[in-house]
């Protein structure tokens, strides 16, 4: 068996050459990596952007841009090992890791015998993939349009509601958000 190695990038657009047909496979799981294709940047030196590799096959990604968390995809343990080495090396702390489970439950525990911290599941959250649109027989009535001052009162609440739903902890002012 191939030993594992992680590849890094500083440049969006080259990681998505490398990493694109690894991360459609799991086109919704992996939307967030993907989703840097539209915002193709070079990024800055505190940035960590990699995959990890086995001969000439990606079979894992990570991407953290700091002071957020680290993003995995879904990735088998010899990955995850590889992975945690070369972090380990970069950081002395992740505030959290997000990704499919268990990858996130098994690379959260390695992590904190390592570091010798304490791994906690902060939050759960679940992945919806609409597969198919219905749209409604008679559309509704009104068109689109952009918001406008007098919208202040409609939209705000609706940026609060979010925030608290979506437990984002956003501390901004909804007011100002909007």
Known sequence: QRQMQVHHYRDTALFLDRATSFLSRAEAENGMFLSMGGRAAVLGDQCYLATVERGEE????????????????????????????????????????????????????????????????FMQ???????????????????LRLALESDLPTVTPWVAAF???????????PVRVT
């Open 58 to 121: 990606v079979v894992a990604c990570a991407v953290r841009t700091p002071p957020f968390g680290l993003v995995i995809t879904r990735a088998e343990p010899s990955a995850l090992d590889a992975l945690l080495e070369d972090l380990a090396g970069k950081h002395a702390a992740l505030p959290s890791v997000l990704g499919p489970e268990p990858t996130v439950s098994v690379f959260a525990q390695h992590w904190s015998e390592r570091m010798g911290t304490r791994a906690r599941p």
């Open 125 to 143: 959250m679940r992945m919806f993939e609409a597969r198919h649109i219905q749209f409604p027989e008679v559309p509704p009535s009104g068109r």
């Open 163 to 173: 925030h608290e739903e979506a437990r984002t902890g956003d501390p901004l002012d």
